[in-house]
């Protein structure tokens, strides 16, 4: 079965960056697909990015293109989220997911996820 933890998190400045960070254990992420969620105080969890098994597509939140970019290392079974240019209203707590992934496209759809991780802080001040 697999694990996931999320690490990275933290206090951050607005404009600043921050890299989360997803190891995974117990199998190989290769055909696993990773969606980044966040969830802010008061609202609903939200997919931040995503990227298909196999280092394939990759999609973004529109409040996110061009400052947050996803990977994956599969040497290292750990996917990764840079963050830059961070805002406040990127403060939330932010979980990796994978989705067992043989072929076809992946979304934000929550359902589509087989495990989670427990999530981490990021706090961004003004």
Do not use: H
């Not at 969830?39 to 394939?56: F, M």
């Not at 990127?90 to 043989?102: E, S």
């Amino acid at each position: 079965q697999l694990q996931l933890v999320e690490s990275g998190g933290g206090l951050v400045q607005s404009g600043g960056s921050l890299r989360l960070s997803c190891a995974a254990s117990g199998e190989t992420l290769d055909y696993y697909g990773i969606g980044w969620f966040r969830q802010a105080p008061g609202k609903e969890r939200e997919g931040v990015s995503l990227i298909s098994s196999l280092g394939g597509s990759t999609d973004y939140a529109d409040s996110v293109k061009g400052r947050f970019t996803i990977s994956v290392d599969n040497a290292k079974n750990t996917a990764y989220l840079q963050m830059n240019s961070l805002q406040p209203d990127d403060t939330a707590v932010y979980y990796c997911a994978a989705a067992y992934q043989l072929g076809g496209s992946l979304t934000f759809e929550e359902y589509e996820y087989d495990y989670w991780g427990q999530g981490t802080q990021v706090t961004v001040s003004a």
